[in-house]
């Protein structure tokens, strides 16, 4: 055995060089081949980093690669065709139409009614809603978020969970395999003795899904027997509620945006959460799609409809992406957004900046200081590009994680995505896109009043060392 090792050793001392070149080209083969076949359609600049580091460092960038560079797990079908427009609906509510038109491009469920729409004030409101939710289920309650934490909001949820499935409801909790040790890693033995089934999206030391540990699933949905929904920006911790008061662990309650209603949109989201669990434990057995009928305006007024836009890997597109860039196109009078993290990718800051350099009212509301500071860092280059082309940014006192999207009033996008790139073009995402003017005029009152709350970015020249840092930043953090 020590003489085959030596004559190993020896083997590759000379001939290195050799073995360097068929791994790289070995690894780009890879990469070729993967990028592909799954359509991933990397920005240039992760594109050139992923080539680069095959070509120079391929025992190092390759495994990288396998591990992280997938994007999309998806191939892509031929499209079944694109309804048409009719002009009247395209002429008055330009964006409401293209939005539509778009989501059926890209195979987006379509839009259906709903009902009992209420958003909620505060993180009391919102935790009194998912409680009465969780104590009205009776039959089944499906729960997918990013994280739980250990802490007093952790504990009563996960207790409230344990009543309801010894009280024969069926419980299923989806956790993401990264967000569980984010928020504390709830002791899974006790809640599966409680009757709840528990399984962790893509854990990313057991997972038999190889390259795929770095797309995560953000999504946030708690569903009672098909018929309620609660869903939006919160994650099932103190910090997204009313804070934990308590010495040791003290976190004060973010600015968060939820919501809940109930009617045929909560079975297109309940078929999501089907196809996450089916994905997550390698099983299926989907349930077939649900056919809604399709409610519409009487009188020429917008329908009352919203739908479903998830975005991710599972999506051969970027549909969330997508529908941001063409509305900042067709909006005519405002774009109103918060979020806790900005750092787009630069087609849609463009778009941004010329619905602001065309009069367009452009306002975006951020935490003055978020919970991760390399995003407040890297926000600064695309902020100021902002300002000068005329749009305002408002800086928010306390930490901001809401996040919505509203484009005139035909339009609102709420749930669980970010304005940044790992939310856009990585993470699993889920907003609901709003169409009828009542539930869109009611998230801008929400949004607005949180502006209300706010103070000014002020635009500052940045220094060179500053400008060649951010660049620094952004270019390893779209790669992340």
Known sequence: MGDLLSVAVRFIAEHWKILDLLLAVLGLAIYVGGSHTLNQRRHPSAAIAWVLGILLVPYLALPLYLA???????????LGGVRPLAVSAAVAYPTMARSLQLGAAMGLPDPVSYDALTIHGDGTHSLQALRRIIAGAAS??????????????????????GERARAGV???????????????????????????EVVRFVPPFNSPKRGRTNLRNHRKMVIA??????CGGRNLAAEYFEG????????????????????ELVAQIRRQFEQDWAFATEREDVPERVSPSVVTGAGGATPALAQLVASGPDRPDDTLFTLLVSACFT?????????PYFVPESSLLTALMLAARRGIQVDLVLPGRSNHRLADFARH??????VVAGARVWLHPRMVHAKAVLVDDELALAGSANLDGRSLFLNYEMMVAFYDRPAVMNFAHWVEARRLECKPYRYRRPGVLREVAEGLLLWLAFQL
Request: charged share 25%; hydrophobic share 45%.
């Open 68 to 78: 992280f560079g997938s994007r999309k797990v998806v191939i892509p079908s031929p």
């Open 140 to 161: 089944s309650l499906e729960i997918s978020t990013f994280l739980i934490g250990r802490d007093t909001l952790g504990d009563e949820i996960l207790r409230l969970l």
């Open 170 to 196: 069926r419980v299923r909790l989806l956790i993401d395999g990264i967000g569980i040790y984010l928020g504390g890693y709830p002791d899974l033995k006790a809640l599966e003795r409680a009757g709840i």
């Open 225 to 230: 027997d098909g018929m309620c929904l609660w």
């Open 244 to 263: 934990d008061p308590r010495p040791i662990l003290r976190r004060m309650p973010w600015v968060d945006l939820s919501f809940d209603l109930s009617g």
């Open 331 to 339: 909006s005519q009078q405002r774009i109103l957004a918060i979020t």
């Open 381 to 386: 280059r695309a902020l100021r590009d902002l």
